[in-house]
């Protein structure tokens, strides 16, 4: 039995979703990529109102903003990634 994937070009990645996980809030906020770097330097949850992220907050995002157009701009290479399908 071979399992179905999911693939999305890099280029298609254009929203990042983040979940709140304090006390089950389960809140979700959605930002465009390309404006990451400077979404997430103060975060807070639009329902629990948690504070997030704050400066001097750690650059995960910020790195992850700069990967993700680096690669969307690589000549010659599409980069894709697969993902399992749901069933
Ligand atoms: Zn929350």
Redesign the pocket.
């Known amino acids: 039995m071979s399992q179905r994937n999911l693939i999305v070009k890099a280029t298609e990645l254009t929203t990042i979703r983040l979940i709140?996980k304090?006390k089950e809030?389960g809140?979700t906020v959605e930002v465009p990529t390309e404006r990451m770097d400077r979404a997430f330097v103060h975060l807070e949850?639009p329902?629990?109102k948690?504070v997030l992220r704050s400066p001097p907050a750690d650059d995960c995002f910020l790195q992850l903003a700069r990967v993700l157009r680096d690669i969307q701009q690589i000549k010659g290479i599409d980069v894709e990634f697969v993902l399992p399908a749901p069933e």
């Open positions: 709140c304090t809030c809140a949850c329902v629990c948690t």
